[in-house]
Each structure stands twice: as C-alpha cells, then as structure tokens.
C-alpha cells in the first residue's frame, strides 16, 4: 500500500509536511520521502524506512528542508516522491495504487524512445510511468486526466509545482483523498485523522476521479468527481487507521458494527472475547459489546522494541517476528475458552500459529471469527501484498484440493456463498487445517450492513469478484471521450 500527505502554506510547511507523512506510516513499510518547494526551488528527502520508523529517518531532513509548499510519502513499494522536468516545468510526483497494466502502458510510451531509471530487478518505478503518461500532454489537468484514462488498477497522486499542489482522487474512489484547512492553508492527506494535531479541520472528501488544485489562498476542483465509486471496503475491514473517516463512515466504528453483527449470528459461548492485535481488537470490542461476553487481551504486543516497520521479505521471518511480539497473559488463557477475532484469513499461517500458541499456553477452546468473509481472489487495484498467486490464499488452496486446478467462476461464486454446501465444506477443510475449535466468518452481506455504504458504491471484488469496473464500457472519461 501507501499514503501521502500534502501542504501549501503561507508559512513554512516542514513541520506540517513531517508529521503528516508520519501519520501514514500503517500504510507502508518500505520507503518514505519528503519533497519541499521554497525560496530555494526544490529540495528532496527519501530513506529506506524498513528497519526504523519514519521520524528517526527524517529527523535531520525536518531542520534543513525549507519551503511553503510539500508533499511526502509512505510507500510499500517504489522509492517516492520523484522530482522530474519536462515540457511542463519541474514538478514533484507521488502516487498511491496499482498499475495492473504497466508493462503496456511502458511498451506504449516507449515508441517514443522514452526512457526509464529501472529499479533494482530490472523493474520500472511505477511513479516515473505516471509522471511519462502526465507528461504525454500539453496540461496536468489534461496529463492526469490521461493517466486515470490510461491506468488499469487504480491511481492516486499529487502533483508539487512551483505555485500549488494538484490532488486526484483515484476514477473509482478506491483509495480515499481529503482536504484539510488551518489559518496558514491547506493540506491534502490520504488519512482523515493525520492532521487533527496539527491544526486543521476538515474541509473537503474528493469524489471518484476528482481533479483539485490547491495553494496557500484556496482551492478549485478543476475536474469534477464521475458518478460510480467503487471505494475499497478493506479500508475499513484493516488497513485504515481507526480514527479515520471515509465517505462519512469512521473505521472504529465500523468495526464494533462488525464484530456486533458477528455475535448476533453466533452460537458459542466463550469465556473471553479477544482480537488479534491491532486490527481485530475493535471488532472484538464490538462483539463484546453486543454479546455481553467480556473483552480481554489474552495476548498483549510488546511494542516497545519492534516497530511495526521492521518488516523482512521472507514470509517465515515475518511469522516469526509476529510471534515474538505476542506475549500471553496466563491467567487469562489457562483452561479458558476463547474467542478470538482477526481481521481477515489470507494464508492463514499466523493463525494457526496463534491459536497453536493458545493452546500450548492452556487454552481450552479456539473459536475463530475473521471480521470479514473469505478471501478468494487477489486484489487487482492496490498494492496489497508482494504474492503473485491466488494460491497464497488458504481458500483457494483448499478449493483447488477438493475440486482440482481449473476451477470455473460458477463454482467459485458458489464457494463464495455463506448458504451453499460448498462454502460449508470449505470451512471445515479451512477449520481442521489450522486446528480452531470453531470458524465462522462474517457474511458479505452483513459486511456491507457494518459499512452502511449501498454496495454498489463499495469494492467488494477480494471476496466476490465485485466491483472491477475496468470492462465498463459506458463509464465516461474512461473511454477518453
Ligand atoms: S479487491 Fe479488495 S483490497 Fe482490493 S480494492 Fe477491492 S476491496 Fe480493496
């Protein structure tokens, strides 16, 4: 994933700009930077940000960067934000989304005979495709217009020119970009909540696709929002921060609607409530709440000394170190039954492992309730995870167990229905592979219900398939009409 944070100020913004940026380091892991514009043109900053967090790494840059325009970035992936001069001027770049359609779009620029900086692998830096496609025109407004016609995914960005900043919402609304304002100006941010403390208030949610330009006097939408949306429910499921708000719906909140709705279809009585440190404690505070079964935290992080950035490649390192943070509380385990509520299942390793821990710490029983359904094709819009197979997803693993490799979309909506014979199975397969006592998931439809979003607003696709609009072919602007 990612997340950016912009700033045009009649003041010098850095400050402003460092603990924006820092406010969205939950959305990314890798890389981070900070690009300014002052009395002295443009400055920059990027670190590798994957063994201490973003404000150990910026602490320097903070004091010696000047300027009263800035955007920065968190990213999971490519070094950003990228400086660049072209026809248009010199700019500043940085973008949150997927390009599922990059090796065509660079085949397409590079008749051309444009080039590229490749990363290391040999790989494009997905931005500087971006900022070529921006470029293709004679305006930003018509460039960024382009690159929402051109990119198959999805597309956050912001441009920094010398006078202001422009902000584009993604065409479908995937990802959220608000506008928040202070006496001195204005900041964009991917995060609702990251500029509460620092002074602003809230003063606009983009629409899908929307074009704004902002400076330090004001701002104008240049392009307006199109009419579908089709924003990502995951936002809410996990990886938005708690205190933020999307289209009107606060995060927290919907998760204690989750994890109420979970309890009211449930039929275990547990001793104890619990949810998997961070994301699935508010649902677990919700089904607390309704079921009227205690809250407790069988397991506490050890915070202190992992930062959440410390996030190595390879997968049985990553198990480990989850591992490593969770310290179980004894007496709230020992001969207890426990139910204990996660997010989501994906590969479904660090489940088990947690509940294998539970066991081995006394637990009696492991009753299992992930806060959203199961998981069964791979996000194609954003920059979710590094796996490249459907087969890293437990369901499809087991899917491909009970009815072999080529399986057709009917049967797959078929395991994707909470009524069906199939989908009952697949739980079962799921429950005894990870060794829970009981699994039930929450139903897709009682999902969209926590989110209060009719769901033809909503990207409902991971878990059935809904909400790619790319094969559209009456969506205005997409065609480039
Ligand atoms: S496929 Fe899933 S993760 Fe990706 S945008 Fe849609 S809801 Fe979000």
Redesign the pocket.
Known sequence: MGGFFGVASKKDCVWDLFFGTDYHSHLGTRRAGMTVFGEKGFDRAIHNITNSPFRTKFDRDVTELKGNLGIGCISDYEPQPLLIRSHLGTFAITTVGRIDNLEELVEEVSTNRTQFLAMSGSNINPTELVACLVNQKDSFLEGIKYVQQKVSG?MTLMIMTEEGLYAARDFYG?TPVMIGKKEDGYCVSFESFAYINIGYTDEKELGPGEIVYITPDGYETISPPQETM?I????WIYYGYPNSTYEGVNVESMRYNCGAMLAERDNVDPDLVAGVPDSGIAHAIGYANRSGIPFARPFIKYTPTWPRSFMPTDQSMRNLIAHMKLIPVDELIRDKSLLLIDDSIVRGTQLRETTEFLYNSGAKEVHIRPACPPLL?G????N?SRSNSEYDLITRRVIREREGENVSDEILAEYADPDSGRYEQMLEDIRKQLGFTSLRFHRLDDMVKSVGIDKSKL????WDKQ?DCSSCKNCPGKSGS
């Open positions: 999805s995937r089709k990502c429910t995951f936002l094709y996000c194609r819009f954003l979710f990207c409902t696709y991971c909400g």
